[in-house]
């Protein structure tokens, strides 16, 4: 079975840049989330899906975070405009019971 | 709302003898899962092992075992015969159903030889 997919793996941005991050779960899995996690941290959910519905979006910096998942499947991230701050790895994940299968992450880098 | 906490920044465990790490976690729900993930330096996510609050007997997994303590609010994952591939960031999270898991600020272990 195919884990979570995610791309790309790195990303370096100018602040004020827009940047976006890929993500395919693993077939069947309705549920998809993303995660924030900087240097140093747990990872702090952002957004989560229910096939193509958003079921809990309460910490997405909605302002400059953005995230779709068209067709109930893959699912993008974007943020513009990018600021230091959202310097962190983006994790990708996926479930169908209660647990939850990670991708390999994006590491952000905002300059 | 949910708290994790790990009390923990770092452990260090001789190769082959067994350490604990703690996990405290604060809820209002009564139908819950505990996780312990692990977190190499690759950083990909690995589930270690998982506990169903309704149940009462401890989870294991091989080497890992937890102690739940439902009453306490308390999650330790106790890792037996420890071994060079066991170092890794360790994460406690808690979720009710498929929503909502929070995880704590993780814990590093380092494995001597």
């Known amino acids: 079975e195919a884990g979570v997919a995610q791309s790309p793996r790195y990303k370096i941005i100018e602040k004020r840049q827009s940047v976006a991050f890929w993500c395919n779960p693993i077939?069947?899995?309705?549920?998809l989330y993303w995660y924030q996690q900087i240097l140093g941290q747990g990872p702090k959910l952002l957004i989560q899906f229910q096939n193509n519905g958003v079921v809990d979006d309460s910490q997405l910096p909605k302002d400059r975070f953005s995230a779709e998942r068209l067709k109930g499947v893959d699912s993008t991230l974007k943020i513009q405009p990018a600021k230091l701050e959202d310097s962190a790895v983006y994790l990708c994940?996926?479930?169908?019971?209660?647990?939850?299968?990670f991708g390999p992450g994006t590491r952000l880098t905002v300059l | 709302a949910q708290t994790v906490t790990q009390s923990q920044p770092e452990m260090s465990v001789q190769e082959a003898e067994t350490v604990t790490l703690s996990c405290t976690y604060d809820?209002?729900?009564?139908?819950?899962?505990l996780f312990w993930y692990k977190q190499p330096p690759s950083r990909q996510m690995i589930l270690v092992i998982r506990q169903e609050a309704y149940k009462q007997q401890n989870a294991t997994e091989n080497r890992f075992s937890v102690n739940f303590q439902k009453a306490a609010k308390s999650f330790s994952l106790k890792i037996s015969d420890s071994q060079l591939g066991d170092a890794a960031m360790y994460f406690c999270a808690e979720a009710y159903n498929n929503n909502d898991m929070r995880f704590g600020a993780g814990t590093r272990l380092t494995v001597k030889p």
């Open positions: 809820t209002s729900e009564s139908d819950y899962y």
């Open positions: 077939s069947g899995h309705a549920t």
């Open positions: 994940a996926s479930s169908k019971l209660a647990e939850q299968f």
